[in-house]
């Protein structure tokens, strides 16, 4: 059944919150990583908070959907929609990157993680090892991998969509956070992607391409990518670095930077957050 338009904006509301609550946790923590943080955000929380089956109260339900942040840097996004579904409370968002509290990148210590994430690649074969084995279990559940364009960089993505064709997963979907920008620069300065919807067909994938800040749009391709049979299915959805903050889109400075005092008030004028909190 198709989103109402009720919905959909309660879903951007709670991306404007989000995308305040993982600022101020950045700039408390004076550490992180903002740019693809955002850029996430409505990926994650659609899947979060509307589509997956899973919940906080049964989290290891052997038929639950499973979600590997493989781009494990944008896990304050991640915590921030675990907090939502009730995973911990959203208090602890404070604590992030301090001793103790919510590490800089997923780690199994944290409730509802399935996969820790930090080596770029090293997320996606392990989706891949979970889609397998629900197959085996003849599970309904499906695993969803959430991918950095950055990340295509490493070779073992391509050898992880090679088997996963092979073994036809279409329990697994891929969904790559295409904002075009990583570390040092744009995506085709740094390695040049090509045509990235015919690399991924000639991998033996299904590909369905949207934009990535759209929740009706995102709906409608995980909707058809959990229809799939017979092959594992990618969804390219075309993002911004740093969306929702101005000084921030599509700049790669603001990849893993802290936020200054100024940067913060002007985030917070421009998303109606404060600076107090």
Same mark, same amino acid.
């Given at each position: ?11 951007n509301?709670l =991306? ?7 600022l101020?946790?950045i700039?408390?923590?004076?550490s &992180?990583h903002p740019g693809g943080?955002l850029?996430?955000c409505?990926i994650?929380?659609?899947l ?5 089956n899973l919940?906080?109260e $049964? ?6 959907d499973?979600?590997v942040l493989?781009k494990?840097?944008a896990?304050p996004?991640?915590?921030?929609n ?8 959203v ?8 001793m ?7 780690n199994?210590? =944290?409730?509802g993680v399935?996969?820790? &994430?930090?080596p770029?690649?090293?997320?996606f074969?392990?989706?891949q090892g979970?889609a ?5 279990n003849?599970?309904?559940a499906?695993v ?8 295509? $960089? ?12 092979k073994f036809?997963?279409?329990n697994l979907?891929?969904v790559?956070?295409? $904002? ?5 620069g744009t ?10 919807a015919a690399?991924?067909e000639s991998f033996?994938w299904t590909?369905?391409? =949207?934009d990535?800040h759209d929740?009706e749009?995102?709906?409608? =391709? ?6 799939a ?6 969804v390219i959805?075309n993002?911004?670095k ?5 000084f921030m889109?599509?700049?790669n400075?603001?990849?893993g ?14 998303? &109606?957050?404060?600076? $107090?909190?």
């Open positions: 059944m198709a989103l109402t338009a009720e919905r959909i904006a309660e879903l509301e =991306c404007r919150r989000f995308r305040i609550d993982v101020t946790a700039h408390g923590a004076q &992180g943080s850029s996430v409505e994650l929380t659609y979060y908070q509307e589509h997956m919940s906080a $049964n989290p290891a339900d052997p038929d639950r499973r979600l493989s494990g840097h896990a996004m991640l915590y921030r675990l907090a939502e579904k009730g995973f911990f409370p208090e602890r968002m404070s604590t992030l990157r301090r103790g509290g919510l590490a800089g990148h997923p199994l210590h =944290c409730p399935e996969m820790p &994430g930090g770029l690649g090293q997320g074969p392990a989706a979970m397998m084995a629900l197959k085996l003849a599970s309904p499906k969803y991998a959430i991918l950095g364009d950055g990340e295509l $960089n490493e070779g073992v993505i391509w050898e992880t969509a090679m088997s996963a064709a036809k997963l279409d979907i891929a790559v956070d295409y $904002n075009k920008v990583q570390l040092d995506t085709d300065e740094i390695m040049p992607l090509g045509d990235l690399k991924w033996g590909v369905l391409e =949207c990535g929740i749009a995102l709906d409608f =391709c995980i909707s058809v990518a959990d229809g049979v017979g092959a594992p299915t990618v959805a993002t911004v740093g969306k929702g903050v101005s889109e599509g700049k400075t603001w990849h930077k802290a936020i200054d005092d100024e940067s913060f008030k002007i985030a917070m004028e421009e998303l &109606g957050g404060s600076v $107090n909190g």
